[in-house]
Nanobody, 130 residues
Framework: QVQLSESGGGSVQAGGSLRLSCTASGLTFGDYAMGWFRQAAEKEREGVLCGKWSGGSSYYGDSVKGRFTISRDNAKNRLYLQMKSLKPEDTAMYYC???????????????????????WGQGTLVTVSS
């Protein structure tokens, strides 16, 4: 059974940076899609970025392009979300998610939808103050 655990959230001033981590356990043979999502108070969950655990193209939400980047440590089954130039509107609970992919699956920007994913972490809170 796949499980995800996020960490690295905290409070930061506008313009600052944070790095979130998502560690997976229970991944089996084959590839998986992964995604970072966020949900602010009284708002719908928003896709931040998505891609494959194995690498390749990643897709970013419009609100974070140029400021957030993804990196991977496949040996540790860990993803990192590097966030810079943070804004108060980035304040939210951040979640990572994953779903196994069929062999040879071509990932598209559709993965920015939370309906794409099956397994979710518990979230980590990011608060950006002005």
């Amino acid at each position: 059974q796949v499980q995800l655990s996020e960490s690295g959230g905290g409070s930061v001033q506008a313009g600052g940076s944070l790095r979130l981590s998502c560690t997976a356990s229970g991944l089996t043979f084959g590839d998986y899609a992964m995604g970072w999502f966020r949900q602010a108070a009284e708002k719908e969950r928003e896709g931040v970025l998505c891609g494959k655990w194995s690498g390749g193209s990643s897709y970013y939400g419009d609100s974070v392009k140029g400021r957030f980047t993804i990196s991977r440590d496949n040996a540790k089954n860990r993803l990192y979300l590097q966030m810079k130039s943070l804004k108060p509107e980035d304040t939210a609970m951040y979640y990572c998610a994953t779903v196994p992919l069929p062999r040879g699956w071509w990932l598209t920007a559709d993965c920015l939808s939370d309906r794409y994913f099956e397994v979710w972490g518990q979230g980590t809170l990011v608060t950006v103050s002005s």
